[in-house]
DNA sequence: TGACAACTGATACTAGGTCTCACTACACTG
DNA sequence: CAGTGTAGTGAGACCTAGTATCAGTTGTCA
């Protein structure tokens, strides 16, 4: 079964509509780079060779909103603060991002909850959520041999 | 000596002009509690009890950045996705926030460092920043006999 | 096949922030 | 203490990343 018919079945279990502005902005999210912003996708839906009509700019936002909340997508934090888009199936974990070449390593081992527990238990504090995001350049960017492929 | 005459003595060092507009930012922000939107330091210099006049908008916006910049603040990401400031001395740190009260503890020690030295090693990417920020409850807000006193 | 709710998209609006540019006021220089 | 050049200011336009509104459309199921 193909990444977009496992999307789809994820949106008709959850009792959501698969509409024509959904498949499209599905495409077009499929289509993307290591991560991307909502506008990247609207973009690319109104890319000329493409023969379907664009989607509004309200329905991408809407569509990658709900791709969010079915952990269809994660969000990244990219160190000039902006917020980018990415595929993802698990849940909670944690980006290791390239910033020279853009790409970006997913981690959940090595995690941090322990950490967070000892934090806890010093401060007092019930904690619930965490959010951390690591920044550096990948072993091919490092490389001063070989032009580094941009991931984005 | 005051908080006021240390944040301008590191202006001053920096070769930074202490303008009136400047003098008036650094108040309302002295005024300010736990944390902050710049629009909350804006609003205070319009308070109707000051005589001064308000500053500009883009001037509050530059001297928010210029205090940034000098380590005199540091950003706090709340878990909303808002980005407030907040008084620091200190250089990189992290944050446990309360989500009920918006109390804050910066926290330096039980570092990450380790675990991102680890993920540099399994990864092979030679890492140099990162983003970590905790949310959960304080003791007080824990405590459901007094009300929590509000901190923002 | 119709009814009805879910969805769409144009458009207005918001928050948070940068850019431009003519004007002002520091701070040094003599 | 006056003159001068540059740093800083503020009004306002503009920008990005979204959300709200609402009349019209489409998908689903009876
Ligand atoms: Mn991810
Ligand atoms: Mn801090
Ligand atoms: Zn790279
Ligand atoms: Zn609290």
């Known amino acids: 079964m193909s990444d977009i018919d496992l999307i789809i079945q994820r949106l008709e279990l959850r009792g959501h509509r698969v509409t024509q502005s959904r498949r499209r902005v599905l495409d077009a999210v499929l289509a993307q780079p290591a991560h991307f912003t909502v506008d990247d996708v609207l973009r690319a839906t109104r890319a000329p060779r493409r023969r379907q009509p664009p989607v509004g700019r309200a329905t991408a936002f809407r569509t990658i909103r709900l791709l969010l909340d079915l952990n269809v997508l994660c969000r990244i934090l990219l160190d000039d603060g902006t917020l980018h888009y990415r595929l993802s199936t ?25 950490l967070v527990r000892e934090l806890a238990e010093a401060m007092e504090y019930d904690i619930d959520a965490h959010w ?21």
Chains 1, 2 share one sequence.
């Open 90 to 114: 698990r849940g909670h974990h944690h980006h290791l991002v390239c910033r020279d070449c853009g790409r970006v390593e997913d981690f959940t081992q090595c995690d941090v909850e322990p």
């Open 132 to 152: 951390l995001e690591v920044y550096g350049r990948c072993r091919a960017c490092r490389q001063p041999t070989k032009e580094p492929a941009r991931v984005r």
